[in-house]
């Protein structure tokens, strides 16, 4: 049955019991998001604009910024489109906001941090997010990453606000983000959980070092903790606000169903793991996929969440 839903994949995620789960693509430009289109992702949950600009040494201009940004939107018309502002510094450097000199780049000033060394790159970003939106039909959601706390967020939605987008949110990728969810999302409309930042950081375990792939790994259940505390603060009284997961994650289909039970509203992932989490989730009903959350979340090690999880899905077998 699993093989026969990967070759029917409508592009549509859902529980057996009809929850639905809209699955995104995670995207760094125009040719990946027509690819994207053709994996019939619903949208786009992460435009990594800075790979829009790698390598670049000088700040694109207003122009270049719209047209790599437009050339997005119009793969998805009348889709939600997830834009991430610049995310430079650590494994992303970009030669025009990077300081390659810092000591500990992943603790350094990366992301949205950038805007207090290099004041008027996320401004002017922006409003070229907007320009490109006003010459599409695409629905644009803007998102930024490293928020650590409640008063970032809430100038970086007085910013996006300034520069006329409407839908501002963050990425929750380092834990004190995920702590203090309710007070973030308080000040904006969404949050996207960035699993590899916040596995990287819940850790402090480096993402790029092979070495630490057994720390580095979101299957750890104080990860899996970080994510259910976020998704707790998103639904606080009189804060309802979707929380999704648009880091790797996702994209493994056994904890894509652990996700789903934490309650994460959209998963974003690469157009290619989209058909198999689509023909995972389509084996469970919400209620069990809460139970194998629960599992994880109680299970004393990665491993162990992860190999008590794969036991009770059977289908995943069927996928090879
Ligand atoms: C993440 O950190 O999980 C994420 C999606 O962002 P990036 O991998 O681009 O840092
Ligand atoms: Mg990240």
């Not at 056994?254 to 023909?279: D, E, F, I, N, Q």
Request: contains cysteine; negative net charge; hydrophobic residues 45%.
């Amino acid at each position: 049955a699993a093989a026969a839903a990967l070759t029917e994949f409508d592009g549509t995620g859902r529980t057996s019991d009809g929850h639905e789960v809209p699955l995104l693509a995670n995207v760094g430009g125009a040719k990946d998001a027509r690819g994207a289109a053709d994996a019939r992702a619903q949208g786009v949950g992460l435009l990594r604009t800075e790979f829009c600009f790698l390598g670049r040494d000088s700040e694109p201009t207003h122009d270049e910024q719209v047209e790599a940004y437009k050339g997005v939107f119009d793969a998805f018309p009348g889709r939600k489109v997830v834009v991430r502002t610049l995310d430079a510094g650590a494994d992303k450097p970009l030669p025009f906001l990077t300081d390659t000199s810092e000591p500990n780049p992943a603790l350094g000033v990366r992301g949205y941090r950038t805007d207090i060394t290099s004041p008027g790159v996320l401004a002017r970003q922006l409003k070229a997010i907007a320009d490109a939106e006003a010459q599409s039909s695409a629905e644009v959601w803007v998102m930024a990453p490293m928020i650590s706390t409640a008063e970032e967020a809430a100038d970086f939605a007085a910013m996006t606000t300034e520069a006329g987008l409407k839908k501002p949110g963050v990425m929750v990728e380092v834990p004190s983000a995920a702590l203090m969810s309710e007070s973030i999302l308080a000040e904006v409309g969404f949050a996207s959980i960035g699993t590899n930042d916040l596995t990287q950081y819940a850790m402090a375990a480096d993402r790029q070092l092979g070495s630490l792939a057994a720390l580095n790994n979101a299957w750890q259940p104080a990860v899996l903790r970080l994510i259910g505390l976020t998704v707790e603060g998103s639904v606080a009284e009189g804060n309802a606000k979707p929380v999704g997961v648009c880091g790797e994650a996702a994209a493994d289909p056994a904890l894509a169903v652990v996700l789903v039970g934490l309650g994460v509203s959209t998963l974003s992932m690469t157009p290619r793991a989209l058909a198999g989490v689509g023909a995972v989730l389509n084996s469970v009903s919400l209620d069990e996929a809460r139970k194998l959350a629960e599992i994880a979340v109680k299970a004393p090690s990665a491993a162990e969440a992860r190999a008590r999880v794969r036991a009770e899905l059977p289908v995943l077998e069927s996928l090879g």
